[in-house]
């Protein structure tokens, strides 16, 4: 399928940002705003940023 694109470093922070929005969002009374931290969740677990893919980026 896709090949890794994320290193470690770059899995933790988007594991730290997740936390901090879904914390954020529920602080706030907003938890659909929790619901954007699927996406670095997904890309932290998946090991693959598509928008790394287009932009050839690898960390």
Known sequence: MFKSNIGDADQVIRLA???MIIVL???LGHPLIAL???V???TAFAGV???YSVLGLHT
Request: proline content about 13%; aromatic content about 0%.
């Open 25 to 27: 969002g529920l602080l």
């Open 40 to 42: 670095p969740i997904v």
């Open 36 to 38: 954007v931290a699927i």
């Open 49 to 51: 940023c598509p928008l």
């Open 17 to 19: 940002l997740a936390a």
